[in-house]
């Protein structure tokens, strides 16, 4: 997971903290944005259709998420030519961090899933 562009090795161990707590409640990849408060809300007005940040959810990892998308934003090639993009489509900075948030969840349930599970000691004794 570290491994992941922006991810240092304190982010990772957040994350880890994050799905060690109850990792059952953590079912898909929604499951996981929600809990980290990166799945957004319905906002709109009349004819104005917006989104904004679930502000539920746990903070740590809401700034950890932050942290990644502000470090990608700065030196990643990639997010850069993306932000760039959605700023010509007229998304504010704020609308473009909320969509990178969500994909870098993305990306992190993804390194979570991927990871081996601990055997059950009760399966190895037997």
């Not at 562009?5 to 903290?17: K, N, P, Y």
């Not at 502000?55 to 990608?72: E, S, T």
């Amino acid at each position: 997971m570290v491994a992941a562009h922006g991810m240092g090795a304190v982010t990772a161990a957040e994350m880890l903290v994050l799905v060690s707590d109850n990792p059952e409640r953590i079912r898909s990849e929604a499951a996981f944005a929600k809990l980290c408060g990166a799945c957004p809300i319905p906002a709109s007005s009349g004819k104005t259709s917006r989104h904004r940040l679930n502000r539920g959810g746990h903070r740590q990892a809401d700034a950890a998420l932050h942290r990644v998308v502000v470090v990608c934003m700065r030196t990643h090639q990639p997010t850069l030519g993306y932000f760039q993009r959605r700023t010509a489509e007229g998304k504010s900075k704020r609308e473009i961090i909320r969509c990178l948030k969500r994909f870098v969840a993305r990306e992190i349930f993804g390194y979570l899933c991927r990871t081996p599970k601990a055997a059950n000691p009760d399966q190895v004794l037997a």
